[in-house]
């Protein structure tokens, strides 16, 4: 998705253009541009669609200074795909307040592109549905996470989520015995 | 990722408890966030109605006795109920997520137990007494220290009333004429008469009506029995007094005493 912008436009052209345009461009810290449609932004994202209303997309490309080329990409990737399939009532109405809806399972589509992400990438992208206020996609990056910690230990865990362990050996073992059966050997 | 660790756990599902009980042993800000009340109440709305987490058995009239353990229906294995130890336990109720346990132990009689948090309190059973109805509502006496239960029928509220006195065992409660709550007590070979004044703002006080010395007018074959309140009748103003003489009632507004039948208590 990564556009090569023009640069000899004159500025009155520009913004002419940009009234019109159907789509917005973003930039990430590392000074990549992405296009995405305007409706799939502003309808998936809390932030962007404030940032739409307002008049502060700047078609040189919008900063978001918090998020990288590789979860920006994933990102605007997630808004096409979004676009293209069919969304669900629940996903249409904007009157959902923050999580308060009861949990809609991923549809295929959304596991499928979770799945498919690196570790890493799959942690960026939900630090980038947070920053920009997209509802959907932390609900099925997190979903995700919530699914990869599941059969693991604490250790497992720790390590899957780069975390030291602060509890000493006695209030560790004191909180095992309560709840022996809660773990697996490990 | 701080603030987004609650969003990851908010997702764990309540059908397998397992991961956040291990989601807490992974650090102490993990389990701060899991035990604070905000993540239940918003694992609550995330989930929908919490899980059926398991059955507490009464009675298993084919099988026999039902087994003292907590029947999980989720991955969570049985476990005992609390403190049974082998010992005989019978749950009683289940409301509000917490479970009323019949303990057969010398200093706990009641358990109150949260199966979700593990949190116990043991209680001594409260004996009830015979309870006395004035209006709509319905008064009780609690024998470890004549507290006394006020159940308001309409409101379908429960309140507790301190008694005008805690340390006398024999104790009847009693309609009064004017339908205030009445409180008699035998204390040496006293009857006191108390009756609950109600004063501006809702506040109520107990105000001493009467004493009546009842060796001048009831006989007791051996003086050193003590005459007992042992009841009262309902609406009409008497009282039962029990000495080694028999049982007398005591007509409260013409101080008449009438030997009544003898009736073993």
Redesign the interface.
């Known amino acids: 998705m990564e556009v090569d912008k023009g640069k000899g436009e004159a500025e009155e052209t520009r913004k002419v253009a940009e009234a019109d345009r159907d789509t917005v461009t973003l930039k990430s810290s590392d000074g990549k541009l992405f296009e995405v449609s305007k409706e799939a932004a502003a309808r998936l994202s809390t932030v962007l669609a404030g940032m739409i209303a307002g008049g502060s997309i700047d078609d040189n490309g919008t900063d978001l200074k918090q998020i990288g080329s590789e979860a920006l990409e994933n990102v605007v990737d997630y808004c096409n795909k979004h676009a293209n399939s069919i969304p669900s009532a629940a996903l249409i109405s904007s009157s959902i307040s923050f999580?308060?809806a009861?949990?809609k399972e991923p549809e295929e589509w959304e596991r499928k592109f979770v799945d498919r992400l690196s570790h890493d990438a799959l942690?960026d992208l939900?630090?980038a549905a947070?920053f920009l206020g997209m509802e959907r996609l932390?609900?099925v990056t997190?979903?995700k996470?919530?699914e990869m910690?599941?059969g693991?230990?604490?250790d497992q865990?720790?390590e899957v989520?780069n975390?030291?362990?602060?509890?000493t050996k006695e209030e560790?073992e004191e909180?095992?015995q309560?709840?022996a059966?809660?773990?697996y050997d490990d | 990722m701080d603030e987004l660790v609650g969003e990851i756990l908010l997702r764990l599902p309540p059908a397998e408890p397992e991961h956040l009980f291990r989601a807490s042993l992974v650090c102490k800000q993990w389990v701060r966030v899991l035990c604070h009340p905000s993540f239940g109440r918003r694992y609550h709305v995330f989930h929908g109605a919490p899980p059926i987490l398991g059955l507490l058995h009464r009675l298993q009239v084919l099988q026999g006795p039902a087994p003292t353990r907590f029947a999980s229906t989720t991955s969570m294995p049985d476990f005992p109920h609390p403190g049974s130890d082998g010992h005989y336990t019978l749950p009683l109720d289940c409301r509000h997520c917490r479970v009323l346990v019949r303990m057969r132990q010398p200093n706990v009689h009641l358990l109150v137990w949260d199966p979700v948090t593990g949190d116990k309190h043991s209680l001594l059973e409260p004996r009830i007494e015979r309870g006395t109805l004035i209006g709509d509502a319905m008064y009780f006496t609690i024998r470890l220290d004549n507290t006394i239960i006020k159940y308001e029928r309409v409101q379908n509220c429960l309140s507790m009333i301190n008694p005008p006195s805690k340390d006398v065992y024999y104790i009847a409660l009693m309609a009064m004429e004017d339908d205030s709550l009445g409180f008699a007590c035998t204390q040496g070979s006293s009857l006191y008469l108390w009756s609950m004044e109600l004063k501006p703002k809702g506040a109520a006080e107990w105000v001493q009506r009467r004493v009546i010395k009842l060796e001048t007018i009831i006989p007791a074959v051996n003086p050193s029995y003590d005459p007992l309140v042992v009841g009262s009748a309902e609406g009409v103003g008497f009282i039962f007094i029990s000495t080694d003489a028999g049982l007398f009632t005591i007509d409260l507004k013409s101080g008449k005493v009438q030997k009544g039948r003898i009736i073993a208590k």
Do not use: Q
């Not at chain 1, 975390?163 to 509890?167: A, E």
């Open positions: 999580n308060t009861p949990f942690f939900v630090e947070n932390l609900d997190c979903h996470i919530s910690m599941k693991k230990s604490p865990i720790r989520f975390i030291k362990n602060d509890y560790l909180i095992r309560e709840l059966w809660a773990f």
